[in-house]
């Protein structure tokens, strides 16, 4: 299937999309994903709410809607006696009927092989910290998930690009981002073996530390940037990603703010300042660049004049990664959709 985008999507870039739709859908079947989170992305890859004649309606965040559908919704029906729909206020669009088409047939597919009323979702139950830990613990052994071993979650936007297909356990997740696909992996897997790109990795550990897992993996692919980063692992951040995961998304942070405009203002910032955080002084991080180390030396000046703090001094080189990570997470481009290549 990512061959055959490639082939097209020069010649057809709405056809390009059209099957990117087919391929997450037929990820979602293959992952046995429920009618609740097939709805979600149908909903989320349209930008509108989606609903089915027997199921929830569904906005693009994944929420469940209360109230009755609107008049004059494009539907398509799954068999004899159901249908599913998308709630546009609009005219349709350009791939408004093949998301349908496919969501009708996944629905079939899932719904002849389960009750959808009795399915349970058990991994939102697991990743979510809101939920008592005896209600996690039991969704976890619904899942097959021993309580003696270690495991981690991954995430990936709708359309990511799959490289395998992995027995684990996966869902479709609703999140403050968006639909996530979730998975989860036991805790030997690396970015290495990413199953899809783009790609966060949490941080391992037992069943009930999988909710923090599910926040650090959300971080870590909201730091992926193709094609030099397609799958990030949050572990190599150690504690920094544990403080992300915890800090709410309207947090300020003065630092950030600085160094927006120092990344605006000049053009070398953004490698000078990856260069110093992976060094361990000015000199080595010269070296790095292949500069001068009096250019260099005049960067960090410049750097410590326009952020007010030195990154090679006493606390500055966390305060300057910190600030580093929540811009990049600020300008994140890992959730959207890929133009045709």
């Known amino acids: 299937m990512q061959e055959l985008l490639g082939r097209i999507a020069a010649l057809d870039p709405t056809a390009s999309l059209g099957l990117r739709v087919i391929a997450c ?26 609903g089915c004649s027997f199921g929830p309606r569904v906005s693009p965040l994944g929420e469940t809607l209360a109230g ?20 546009r206020a609009g005219p349709e669009e350009a791939n408004d009927a093949i998301i349908l088409e496919r969501l009708a047939l996944a629905v079939g597919i899932r719904r002849s092989g ?17 939920h008592p830990v005896d209600e996690r613990s039991e969704a976890a052994a619904r899942l097959g998930l021993s309580p003696s071993q270690r495991y981690r979650v991954l995430t990936q936007p709708l359309f990511a690009e799959w490289a395998s297909h992995p027995n684990w356990p996966s869902d479709v997740i609703s999140t403050s981002l968006g639909t996530i696909h979730t998975l989860i992996a036991p805790a030997s897997v690396t970015a290495d073996d990413a199953p899809a790109a783009p790609c966060g990795l949490g941080v391992t550990g037992a069943i009930p530390d999988l909710a923090l897992s599910f926040r650090t993996a959300l971080i870590a692919l909201r730091l992926c ?23 709410p998304s309207t947090a300020t942070n003065p630092d950030v703010d600085r160094l927006e405009t120092l990344l605006t203002e000049h053009t070398w910032a953004s490698a000078t300042i990856v260069a110093v955080i992976e060094s361990s002084s000015a000199r080595q991080a010269a070296r790095s660049l292949d500069i001068h180390h009096s250019t260099m ?11 007010g703090f030195d990154p090679f001094d006493g606390l500055g080189k966390a305060r300057l990664g910190v600030a580093y990570l929540a811009w990049r997470m600020r300008h994140s481009r890992a959730l959207e959709l890929p133009p045709p290549q």
């Open 225 to 247: 940037e193709r094609p030099a980063s397609s799958a990030v692992d949050a572990e190599r951040y150690g504690g920094l990603i544990h403080m992300l995961a915890e800090s």
């Open 297 to 307: 030396q005049v960067r960090v000046e410049t750097l410590s004049g326009e952020l």
């Open 25 to 50: 859908f037929d990820e979602l079947i293959v992952g046995q994903v429920n009618i609740h989170g097939l709805l979600a992305t149908a909903a989320a890859l349209a930008g509108c709410p989606a």
């Open 114 to 130: 389960a009750n959808p009323d009795a399915a349970r979702r058990d991994i939102a139950v697991l990743l979510g910290r809101d």
């Open 68 to 87: 009755d559908p609107p008049t004059g919704r494009l539907s398509h029906g799954v068999d004899s006696d159901a249908a599913v729909w998308l709630e």
